[in-house]
């Protein structure tokens, strides 16, 4: 555990504040519960192994030999969001796409957090704007991290992997989300017809869509009549 410790924690851990009998200093380490929480979380995030375009290329060679991201205990990337606590957005966005990818989000288990790797993820990239493509990820799921680029280097993606360590550090159990009572609410999957409709810009879009579907139905057995 020492080894992936900075060295100013390695030193809160062999010369803590609490007092220590001289026969036992050096022997004993004293910490919190949240350090040991974090630690272990932070060592042993897994990435759900998906990728949308060129930015999922880059993220393959930093899984590669020559980065190898295992060494921040991350080489179990699975197929499967509920074995997975990261999402890599990795490339463009389309809203073909978005559906799927907050499905999987809400599949994913707490505690969970979302990268997004490069500028179309980020914000549509070149495609901004587009008729296809959503100017940003972040309109449909939270956010943790971003890392920019056309595509971002395999060191950039390491950059923002140990960013998003630092934020786990920085969390407590008593204060954290997935701890409180009340499960969380899942995102509402964004419905893909002629646009892309997010239900959450329609909070009575159900009965809309109900009524819709009645008036259809009506005039469809008028037109057979």
């Known amino acids: 555990m020492s080894e992936d410790l900075s060295s100013s924690a390695q030193e809160d851990l062999t010369n803590p504040a609490f007092p220590v009998p001289e026969n036992l200093a050096g022997q004993i380490a004293i910490t919190s519960l949240d350090r040991i929480y974090n630690w272990s979380r932070r060592s042993s995030v897994w990435p759900m192994m998906f990728g949308l375009a060129c930015c ?31 999402m890599i957005v990795s ?19 707490e505690p969970k957090y979302v990268l997004s790797m490069g500028a179309c993820s980020s914000g549509g990239g070149p495609f901004k704007e587009g008729y296809n493509v959503v100017s940003g990820v972040d309109k449909f799921v939270p956010v943790d991290v971003y890392v920019t680029g056309c595509p971002p280097t395999p060191q950039a993606l390491l950059h923002g992997l140990i960013k998003l360590q630092e934020k786990i550090d920085k969390q407590s159990v008593l204060s954290a989300d997935w701890y409180k009572p009340g499960a969380e609410a899942p995102i509402p999957v964004p419905l893909l017809g002629p646009d892309l409709v997010d239900p959450r810009d329609f909070p009575d879009f159900g009965a809309k ?9 009506a005039a469809a057995a008028a037109v057979a009549e």
Do not use: W
Request: aromatic share 6%.
């Open 56 to 86: 999922a290329i880059e993220m393959i060679c930093t899984a590669a030999s020559r980065y190898d991201f295992s060494r921040f205990g991350m080489e179990v990337m699975r197929p499967s969001p509920r074995q997975a606590d990261l």
């Open 91 to 109: 490339g463009t966005v389309t809203k073909k796409m978005i559906p799927q990818i907050v499905r999987l989000y809400n599949q994913m288990p």
């Open 209 to 217: 869509l109900k009524a819709q579907q009645e008036r259809a139905a």
